[in-house]
């Protein structure tokens, strides 16, 4: 559409000077709301704790497993190395695509198997905290004891065979007196079948401090892979204190 405006002429009148019109007051404006915009380009509002509502979900979704897709037969390592062995050129194509995989490691099933052999708590000056796995189902007390605004890491050492897993990440989601105060996730990698454990240590971070970071707390960690399978899931409690404990 053009833009131009036609100019129309016509006959000059004057009009008798009188009261200026009074323009009519203008309505306050609303109060603004947060709002996402609809598909019609109109505000659409949020309720109130929507936010925390869709934090919630998305950590429903992480859980869920993804809808399956339909990738054609699935064939196990040692399965697509058996196939076309005879051809020199093909198995060594086979072994460049799959890389370091320890074929010595590799089993008949299509899953992975990832075990978790020790976790472990670097903290500069201070002996490791190593934690005892497996974690009693049932278990009570306090799993560890950290300083408050200490420098620490995490150790991860861990083993995979049959196949490869990919996307193998770390979560870790506390509670204080029923708040969750931190959600942490760490994307380890993607890891090929070796007879030698695997050991991943994730960056230095740092523990609260203060009269209100103080305290017990509880948590749950969970590994687990691109196909939302859960290798390992701890539920456990630790305390944040003034000092260290004694290591006597």
């Given at each position: 559409?053009?833009?131009?405006?036609?100019?129309?002429?016509?006959?000059?009148?004057?009009?008798?000077?009188?009261?200026?019109?009074?323009?009519?007051?203008?309505?306050?404006?609303?109060p603004a709301e947060h709002c996402d915009t609809a598909p019609n380009g109109k505000c659409a509002p949020r309720c109130h704790g929507e936010e925390d509502d869709e934090e919630e979900d998305e950590e429903e979704e992480e859980e869920?497993?993804?809808?399956?897709?339909?990738?054609?037969?699935?064939?196990?390592?040692?399965?697509?190395?058996?196939?076309?062995?005879?051809?020199?050129?093909?198995?060594?194509?086979?072994?460049?695509?799959?890389?370091?995989?320890?074929?010595?490691?590799?089993?008949?099933?299509?899953?992975?198997?990832?075990?978790?052999?020790?976790?472990?708590?670097?903290?500069?000056?201070?002996?490791?905290?190593?934690?005892?796995?497996?974690?009693?189902?049932?278990?009570?007390?306090?799993?560890?004891?950290?300083?408050?605004?200490?420098?620490?890491?995490?150790?991860?050492?861990?083993?995979?065979?049959?196949?490869?897993?990919?996307?193998?990440?770390?979560?870790?989601?506390?509670?204080?007196?029923?708040?969750?105060?931190?959600?942490?996730?760490?994307?380890?990698?993607?890891?090929?079948?070796?007879?030698?454990?695997?050991?991943?240590?994730?960056?230095?971070?740092?523990?609260?401090?203060?009269?209100?970071?103080?305290?017990?707390?509880?948590?749950?960690?969970?590994?687990?892979?691109?196909?939302?399978?859960?290798?390992?899931?701890?539920?456990?409690?630790?305390?944040?204190?003034?000092?260290?404990?004694?290591?006597?």
């Amino acid at each position: 559409m053009s833009s131009a405006v036609e100019a129309i002429s016509c006959p000059k009148v004057d009009v008798p000077a009188g009261p200026e019109p009074r323009e009519p007051a203008k309505e306050a404006a609303p109060p603004a709301e947060h709002c996402d915009t609809a598909p019609n380009g109109k505000c659409a509002p949020r309720c109130h704790g929507e936010e925390d509502d869709e934090e919630e979900d998305e950590e429903e979704e992480e859980e869920k497993a993804p809808k399956a897709i339909d990738l054609g037969p699935m064939v196990s390592i040692k399965e697509q190395l058996e196939k076309d062995k005879d051809d020199e050129s093909l198995r060594r194509w086979k072994e460049q695509l799959l890389g370091g995989v320890d074929f010595n490691s590799v089993g008949e099933t299509l899953e992975p198997d990832v075990k978790i052999m020790s976790l472990s708590i670097l903290s500069p000056g201070r002996p490791d905290i190593v934690l005892p796995l497996p974690v009693e189902p049932n278990g009570k007390g306090v799993w560890f004891t950290l300083k408050e605004g200490s420098p620490y890491r995490l150790k991860f050492t861990f083993s995979v065979s049959n196949n490869i897993v990919s996307g193998l990440r770390y979560t870790n989601t506390v509670w204080k007196t029923g708040l969750k105060v931190d959600r942490a996730k760490e994307m380890l990698g993607t890891f090929s079948p070796q007879l030698e454990p695997y050991t991943y240590v994730t960056p230095e971070d740092t523990t609260p401090s203060g009269m209100f970071a103080r305290g017990s707390y509880s948590a749950r960690t969970k590994f687990l892979d691109d196909d939302r399978k859960c290798y390992l899931e701890i539920n456990y409690t630790f305390d944040i204190r003034r000092e260290w404990p004694s290591t006597s």
